[in-house]
Protein backbone atom coordinates (compact mmCIF):
# COMPACT_ATOMS: atom_id res chain seq x y z
CA UNK A 1 0.00 0.00 0.00
CA UNK A 2 1.40 3.44 -1.02
CA UNK A 3 0.53 5.66 2.61
CA UNK A 4 0.56 8.93 2.03
CA UNK A 5 0.16 11.09 5.49
CA UNK A 6 -1.32 14.37 5.57
CA UNK A 7 -1.92 17.31 7.83
CA UNK A 8 -4.32 20.08 8.55
CA UNK A 9 -2.30 22.98 6.71
CA UNK A 10 -2.88 20.57 3.70
CA UNK A 11 -6.75 20.48 3.63
CA UNK A 12 -6.77 23.59 0.90
CA UNK A 13 -4.31 21.84 -1.53
CA UNK A 14 -6.32 17.61 -0.93
CA UNK A 15 -5.44 15.73 -3.92
CA UNK A 16 -7.24 12.46 -5.47
CA UNK A 17 -6.78 9.11 -4.02
CA UNK A 18 -6.14 6.31 -6.17
CA UNK A 19 -6.48 2.62 -6.04
CA UNK A 20 -3.57 1.01 -3.65
CA UNK A 21 -3.40 4.78 -1.47
CA UNK A 22 -4.44 5.11 2.30
CA UNK A 23 -4.77 8.88 2.84
CA UNK A 24 -4.06 9.24 6.47
CA UNK A 25 -4.94 12.58 8.45
CA UNK A 26 -3.56 13.67 11.75
CA UNK A 27 -4.62 17.28 13.05
CA UNK A 28 -6.01 18.82 15.44
CA UNK A 29 -9.70 17.95 16.50
CA UNK A 30 -11.50 20.91 15.82
CA UNK A 31 -14.50 19.38 14.49
CA UNK A 32 -14.13 15.66 13.24
CA UNK A 33 -17.53 15.08 12.04
CA UNK A 34 -17.31 18.35 9.86
CA UNK A 35 -14.08 17.45 8.35
CA UNK A 36 -15.21 13.60 7.87
CA UNK A 37 -17.77 15.03 5.58
CA UNK A 38 -15.90 17.89 3.59
CA UNK A 39 -12.97 14.96 3.07
CA UNK A 40 -15.47 13.09 2.34
CA UNK A 41 -17.37 15.18 -0.35
CA UNK A 42 -13.98 15.91 -2.14
CA UNK A 43 -13.18 12.67 -2.72
CA UNK A 44 -16.40 11.40 -4.03
CA UNK A 45 -16.62 14.85 -6.35
CA UNK A 46 -20.16 15.59 -4.40
CA UNK A 47 -21.11 18.32 -1.96
CA UNK A 48 -20.74 16.88 1.92
CA UNK A 49 -24.96 17.81 2.42
CA UNK A 50 -25.62 14.86 -0.14
CA UNK A 51 -23.93 12.71 1.90
CA UNK A 52 -25.74 9.99 4.50
CA UNK A 53 -24.10 8.44 7.54
CA UNK A 54 -24.67 5.45 9.36
CA UNK A 55 -23.76 2.82 11.75
CA UNK A 56 -22.88 -0.53 10.53
CA UNK A 57 -23.89 -3.68 12.62
CA UNK A 58 -21.42 -3.39 15.15
CA UNK A 59 -21.30 0.32 15.25
CA UNK A 60 -18.33 1.70 12.41
CA UNK A 61 -19.36 4.40 10.34
CA UNK A 62 -20.10 3.89 6.69
CA UNK A 63 -22.19 5.83 3.52
CA UNK A 64 -25.62 4.80 3.09
CA UNK A 65 -27.59 5.96 -0.23
CA UNK A 66 -26.09 6.54 -3.67
CA UNK A 67 -22.36 6.66 -2.39
CA UNK A 68 -22.70 3.29 -0.21
CA UNK A 69 -19.08 1.58 -0.70
CA UNK A 70 -17.93 3.81 -2.85
CA UNK A 71 -14.76 4.53 -0.33
CA UNK A 72 -13.72 3.22 3.26
CA UNK A 73 -13.03 5.42 5.97
CA UNK A 74 -12.68 5.30 9.88
CA UNK A 75 -11.89 8.27 11.76
CA UNK A 76 -10.44 8.06 15.82
CA UNK A 77 -9.66 11.14 18.20
CA UNK A 78 -7.91 11.27 21.58
CA UNK A 79 -7.16 14.10 23.25
CA UNK A 80 -6.97 17.46 21.18
CA UNK A 81 -6.24 15.39 18.25
CA UNK A 82 -8.09 13.68 15.31
CA UNK A 83 -6.80 11.05 13.06
CA UNK A 84 -8.76 10.31 9.92
CA UNK A 85 -8.29 7.24 7.38
CA UNK A 86 -8.96 6.40 3.17
CA UNK A 87 -9.10 3.88 0.77
CA UNK A 88 -10.98 3.09 -1.99
CA UNK A 89 -9.95 -0.40 -2.49
CA UNK A 90 -9.98 -1.88 1.59
CA UNK A 91 -11.62 -2.13 4.77
CA UNK A 92 -9.52 0.28 6.82
CA UNK A 93 -9.77 1.39 10.47
CA UNK A 94 -7.40 3.48 12.82
CA UNK A 95 -6.96 4.66 16.16
CA UNK A 96 -5.06 7.30 18.10
CA UNK A 97 -4.73 7.31 21.61
CA UNK A 98 -2.94 9.94 24.02
CA UNK A 99 -0.23 8.16 25.74
CA UNK A 100 -0.50 8.71 29.68
CA UNK A 101 -0.03 6.88 33.22
CA UNK A 102 -2.60 3.84 33.56
CA UNK A 103 -2.89 2.64 36.44
CA UNK A 104 -3.12 -1.19 37.15
CA UNK A 105 -1.44 -2.11 33.19
CA UNK A 106 -0.01 -5.49 33.62
CA UNK A 107 -4.05 -6.38 34.91
CA UNK A 108 -5.30 -4.42 32.11
CA UNK A 109 -2.80 -6.16 29.56
CA UNK A 110 -3.81 -9.61 31.06
CA UNK A 111 -7.10 -9.03 30.39
CA UNK A 112 -6.58 -7.93 27.24
CA UNK A 113 -3.65 -8.78 25.21
CA UNK A 114 -2.50 -12.24 23.94
CA UNK A 115 0.11 -14.29 26.46
CA UNK A 116 2.80 -13.43 23.94
CA UNK A 117 2.18 -9.13 24.29
CA UNK A 118 1.94 -9.36 27.50
CA UNK A 119 4.80 -11.22 27.67
CA UNK A 120 6.93 -8.81 26.15
CA UNK A 121 5.64 -5.91 28.02
CA UNK A 122 6.78 -7.83 31.28
CA UNK A 123 10.28 -7.86 29.87
CA UNK A 124 10.65 -4.31 28.67
CA UNK A 125 11.35 -1.34 30.77
CA UNK A 126 9.12 0.62 32.38
CA UNK A 127 9.50 3.73 30.26
CA UNK A 128 9.16 1.15 27.02
CA UNK A 129 6.69 -0.80 28.45
CA UNK A 130 4.28 2.77 28.58
CA UNK A 131 4.94 3.23 24.88
CA UNK A 132 4.53 -0.33 24.18
CA UNK A 133 0.88 -1.19 25.47
CA UNK A 134 -0.01 2.27 23.65
CA UNK A 135 1.30 0.90 20.87
CA UNK A 136 -0.34 -2.53 20.80
CA UNK A 137 -3.84 -0.48 22.38
CA UNK A 138 -3.88 0.97 19.18
CA UNK A 139 -3.15 -1.39 16.51
CA UNK A 140 -5.57 -3.55 18.34
CA UNK A 141 -8.13 -1.08 17.90
CA UNK A 142 -7.62 -0.33 14.41
CA UNK A 143 -7.59 -3.72 13.17
CA UNK A 144 -11.16 -4.30 15.03
CA UNK A 145 -11.75 -1.21 13.72
CA UNK A 146 -11.33 -2.19 10.25
CA UNK A 147 -13.31 -5.43 10.67
CA UNK A 148 -16.02 -3.38 11.75
CA UNK A 149 -17.15 -6.18 14.14
CA UNK A 150 -16.65 -4.36 17.52
CA UNK A 151 -15.66 -6.75 20.52
CA UNK A 152 -17.08 -9.72 18.88
CA UNK A 153 -13.14 -10.96 18.30
CA UNK A 154 -12.02 -10.56 21.69
CA UNK A 155 -8.74 -8.82 21.68
CA UNK A 156 -6.98 -11.31 23.45
CA UNK A 157 -7.56 -13.65 20.38
CA UNK A 158 -5.04 -12.82 18.64
CA UNK A 159 -0.99 -11.99 18.47
CA UNK A 160 0.28 -8.55 16.69
CA UNK A 161 3.56 -9.78 15.23
CA UNK A 162 6.35 -7.89 13.52
CA UNK A 163 6.15 -8.56 9.87
CA UNK A 164 10.03 -10.32 9.16
CA UNK A 165 12.34 -9.44 6.78
CA UNK A 166 10.56 -5.63 6.69
CA UNK A 167 11.90 -2.26 7.19
CA UNK A 168 8.62 -0.87 7.67
CA UNK A 169 6.73 -1.02 11.13
CA UNK A 170 4.39 -3.22 9.57
CA UNK A 171 3.14 -5.95 11.69
CA UNK A 172 0.55 -8.91 10.68
CA UNK A 173 -1.90 -11.12 13.31
CA UNK A 174 -0.93 -14.38 14.18
CA UNK A 175 -1.83 -16.88 16.93
CA UNK A 176 -5.45 -16.27 15.72
CA UNK A 177 -8.37 -19.16 15.61
CA UNK A 178 -8.83 -17.18 12.23
CA UNK A 179 -6.79 -16.56 8.99
CA UNK A 180 -5.90 -12.84 8.80
CA UNK A 181 -2.92 -13.27 6.47
CA UNK A 182 -3.98 -10.74 3.98
CA UNK A 183 -4.26 -8.10 7.22
CA UNK A 184 -1.82 -5.60 7.53
CA UNK A 185 -1.55 -2.90 10.55
CA UNK A 186 0.90 -0.22 10.74
CA UNK A 187 2.03 2.57 13.12
CA UNK A 188 1.87 5.81 12.21
CA UNK A 189 3.56 8.96 12.90
CA UNK A 190 2.10 10.61 15.41
CA UNK A 191 2.65 14.32 17.30
CA UNK A 192 4.43 13.93 20.72
CA UNK A 193 3.12 11.67 23.61
CA UNK A 194 0.73 9.95 20.93
CA UNK A 195 0.74 6.76 19.19
CA UNK A 196 -1.34 6.01 16.22
CA UNK A 197 -1.93 2.97 14.26
CA UNK A 198 -3.63 1.38 10.96
CA UNK A 199 -5.22 -1.71 9.80
CA UNK A 200 -5.82 -2.52 6.26
CA UNK A 201 -6.51 -5.58 4.05
CA UNK A 202 -4.51 -6.63 1.76
CA UNK A 203 -6.77 -7.22 -1.58
CA UNK A 204 -5.49 -9.11 -4.70
CA UNK A 205 -7.79 -8.22 -7.45
CA UNK A 206 -7.32 -9.02 -11.40
CA UNK A 207 -6.44 -6.27 -14.05
CA UNK A 208 -10.18 -5.85 -15.12
CA UNK A 209 -10.99 -4.45 -11.50
CA UNK A 210 -7.84 -2.53 -11.33
CA UNK A 211 -8.74 -0.59 -14.47
CA UNK A 212 -12.29 -0.19 -12.99
CA UNK A 213 -11.27 1.45 -9.84
CA UNK A 214 -8.21 3.11 -11.41
CA UNK A 215 -11.08 4.87 -13.91
CA UNK A 216 -13.47 5.56 -10.63
CA UNK A 217 -10.84 6.99 -9.03
CA UNK A 218 -10.10 9.66 -12.17
CA UNK A 219 -14.31 9.76 -12.64
CA UNK A 220 -13.87 11.10 -8.65
CA UNK A 221 -10.59 13.27 -9.42
CA UNK A 222 -12.58 15.22 -12.74
CA UNK A 223 -15.97 15.26 -10.68
CA UNK A 224 -14.41 16.72 -7.45
CA UNK A 225 -12.45 19.46 -10.05
CA UNK A 226 -15.94 20.35 -11.67
CA UNK A 227 -17.58 21.04 -8.37
CA UNK A 228 -16.82 24.13 -7.13
CA UNK A 229 -17.43 24.66 -3.05
CA UNK A 230 -17.44 20.79 -3.19
CA UNK A 231 -14.39 21.01 -0.55
CA UNK A 232 -14.68 24.26 1.69
CA UNK A 233 -11.98 23.68 3.68
CA UNK A 234 -10.84 26.96 3.64
CA UNK A 235 -12.80 28.14 6.65
CA UNK A 236 -10.88 25.27 9.00
CA UNK A 237 -7.21 25.44 8.03
CA UNK A 238 -4.86 28.08 9.61
CA UNK A 239 -4.62 31.54 7.59
Given at each position: ????????????????????????????????????????????????D???????????????????????????H??D??????????P????????????????????????????L??????A?????????????E????????????????F??????Y????????????????????????A????Q??????I???????????????????????????????EQ????
Amino acid sequence: MDIKLFSQEQLCSAEPILPGQLHIWIMPNSGGHTILHQLLGFYLGCSPDDLLLKKGPHGKPELSGKYAGKIHFNLSHSGDQLALIFSVDSPVGIDIEKIHPVKKRARIAERFFHPEETRLLREASSADSEILFFRYWTMKEAFVKALGTGLSIPLNDFFISPEPYDTLPIYRITKSRKDYSSWRIQTIPAPACYQCSIAYEIIQTGMKSHIRALLRALLMSLQSQKSPGSFPLEQTAPA
